[in-house]
């Protein structure tokens, strides 16, 4: 490997034999060093590196801007992640969360804490993201002794969502905003049968539904309608024998054309008119409420 920069004495951008750049650390790795000149292997003791050459170019940018512990105890938090999180998360997570956890590290020196007004909302959303996002704030009080304020565990969450779904923050944020507000339309249209119970298995199959409903609505990537008569035969018995969980589909479409400006396919009606049907019977079995055509 060749020295393309030299960051700081730990630090260093490096080209390999095949031309791919990577960044790598070790004690005293940069010093003294110059561009051009070959690593001693010994001494190195990480090697970064992104598949993406933009997400690459942003890696050599963060290390040259956040102490070289804040990445390596990023490294440490996305290694407990992925022992909970068991699908493919995007490679520039360890770019984001570690510019977010150390930009809020740097924050909470000076005095600015920021509040998460979703932070409910990602917490019924992402249980799972929110807890991993608690035990990254554990650990950040523990190896640095900072505690950060509670909402952070939120925008952990989020920053992992993210790498789950491969979006970026804006878009992670317009889902988790579309998610509360499909979510408030649909118990208010079921409203005179009680609660849903937001902790049980077929809400969090519903809300993973809407997830992915809302990433596709924001990457234009809505399911389009089939033409097959078959698929119209389907969609039109759909229709008819889920009557009122059709209704309150067409509720929450109204809701994302007037809210997002976007109109929703009769294919994406049918599949949320089925999870639908699926969650308000968990409701009714808890109401004791008889079921609704």
């Known amino acids: 490997m060749r020295i393309k920069k030299v960051i700081n004495n730990n630090i260093l951008c490096v080209i390999d034999e095949k031309g791919h750049e990577s960044i790598v650390t070790g004690r005293g790795l940069g010093f003294g060093r110059k561009v051009g000149e070959f690593v001693n292997p010994a001494g190195v003791e990480k090697i970064?590196?992104?598949?993406?050459?933009?997400?690459?170019?942003?890696?050599?940018?963060?290390?040259?801007?956040?102490?070289?512990?804040?990445?390596?105890?990023?490294?440490?938090?996305?290694?407990?992640?992925?022992?909970?999180?068991?699908?493919?998360?995007?490679?520039?997570?360890?770019?984001?969360l570690a510019d977010h956890v150390s930009f809020a590290i740097q924050r909470k020196a000076q005095g600015i804490e920021f509040k998460n007004p979703l932070a409910g909302s990602i917490l019924c959303y992402y249980p799972t993201?929110?807890?991993?996002?608690?035990?990254?704030?554990?650990?950040?009080?523990?190896q640095c002794g900072v505690q950060l304020n509670a909402d952070e565990a939120a925008f952990i969450a989020l920053h992992i969502v993210n790498a789950e779904l491969n979006t970026d923050m804006s878009e992670m944020y317009g889902i988790t905003r579309l998610i509360d507000g499909a979510v408030e339309v649909v118990e208010y249209f079921y409203r005179d049968q009680g609660a849903f119970d937001r902790e049980s298995l077929d809400f969090n199959r519903f809300v993973v539904h809407l997830r992915y409903f809302a990433q596709r609505l924001f990457q234009d990537k809505m399911i389009p309608d089939s033409p097959d008569e078959g698929d119209v035969a389907f969609r039109e018995m759909i229709a008819r024998s889920c009557a009122q969980h059709y209704k309150c589909a067409q509720c929450v479409a109204e809701y994302v054309r007037n809210t997002w400006h976007k109109e929703l396919s009769q294919e994406e009606l049918v599949y949320l008119t089925i999870h639908l049907k699926r969650v308000s019977a968990g409701l009714r079995r808890n109401t004791g409420t008889a079921p609704t055509p």
């Open 48 to 96: 970064y590196r992104m598949e993406d050459k933009t997400g690459q170019r942003r890696l050599r940018e963060l290390v040259e801007q956040i102490p070289l512990e804040h990445l390596q105890l990023t490294e440490q938090m996305i290694e407990v992640i992925r022992a909970e999180i068991h699908q493919p998360l995007n490679e520039s997570l360890l770019i984001t």
């Open 129 to 142: 993201e929110y807890h991993l996002g608690q035990k990254c704030l554990d650990m950040i009080r523990t």
